[in-house]
């Protein structure tokens, strides 16, 4: 088993490649504890001691604290911290984005983030030790018309994730960033613009625009996750790992 004994903080669990990152975890034999909104889907997991759900919303920092406390308390550490929860922006020309709309793209995506990794931050610094995999988007070398604030608040993930990695070094604290690319999930048909049909854009725009033909399964993601969070990674940081059939070149 890969993980025997290591912990794993895993956002947006509830998500497509949430969830599917969540059961590859506990395949290998790791704990994991689960965020997101919506936790029904991960009853299933329930039924093993390895495995602990929390339901809210991750951009109040009172239950990001109590996430981790309780985390530590119930497995003894945190090994790592996967942050994939995050939203789309459906394609809107910006001179009818409201200010809202930009503040919530870029809270959920970026400003949870940096919640998130602050409070590992405290955890893995006392050990010296740790992983952090902050999942962006390919749109952030790639955009597509229509997405300016959703591909803002990814390559601010990027940018901080660097400066992260810098940072947290010298307390043997890895840091990298994972971009998929379109994937087969909820949240890819919520990037249609409002009068598009979702399968339609699903078929025509997004998987025409991988170079290898399909759009990508939750399973790639987490596969990738896997091998960021192990030991044959240990000297990987700062990295940008692309999953996403050759979208990025
Ligand atoms: N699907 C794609 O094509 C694609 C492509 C590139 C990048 N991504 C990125 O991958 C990540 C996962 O995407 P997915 O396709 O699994 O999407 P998804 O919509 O299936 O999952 C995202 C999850 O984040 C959760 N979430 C949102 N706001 C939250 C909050 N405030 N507190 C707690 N949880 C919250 C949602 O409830 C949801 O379960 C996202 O960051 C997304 O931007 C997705």
């Known amino acids: 088993m890969t993980f025997e004994n290591k912990t794993f903080i895993v956002t947006g669990a509830g998500g497509g ?10 395949d290998n034999g790791a704990n994991v504890a689960g965020c997101d909104l919506h936790t029904d889907n991960l009853s299933k997991y329930k039924n093993t001691n390895k495995f602990i ?8 920092e009172d239950i990001v604290k109590d996430i981790f406390k309780e985390t530590a308390n119930q497995f ?13 922006q459906s394609a809107t020309s910006i ?7 930009w503040q919530r793209i870029m809270d959920i995506n970026t400003t949870m983030m940096f919640l998130t990794c602050r409070e590992a931050s405290v955890y893995m610094k006392e050990k010296k030790q740790g992983s952090i995999i902050n999942i962006g988007s390919v749109s952030a070398t790639r955009p597509r018309p229509g997405l300016q604030s959703y591909v803002a608040s990814k390559g ?11 940072e947290l070094a010298p307390y043997q604290i890895n840091v990298n960033i994972l971009h ?4 087969d999930t909820t949240m890819l048909g919520q990037f249609s613009a409002e009068s ?8 025509e725009i997004f998987e025409k625009s991988v170079p290898l033909g399909s759009l990508l399964k939750p399973e790639n993601i987490a596969h990738s996750i896997k091998y960021l969070l192990s030991d044959e990674a240990k000297m990987v940081t700062g990295a940008v790992l692309h999953v996403d059939g050759g979208r990025n070149i």
């Open 17 to 26: 490649m949430g969830e599917e990152t969540v059961k590859l975890l506990l």
């Open 53 to 60: 759900a929390f339901k809210g919303d991750l951009l109040d």
């Open 76 to 88: 003894g550490n945190i090994d790592g911290l996967v942050n994939i929860a995050g939203i789309a």
């Open 95 to 101: 001179d009818e984005v409201s200010l809202d709309e």
């Open 156 to 166: 601010a993930v990027e940018a901080f994730s660097k400066a992260l990695a810098l």
């Open 180 to 183: 998929p690319g379109p994937s």
């Open 196 to 203: 598009a049909s979702v399968d339609q854009t699903k078929k």
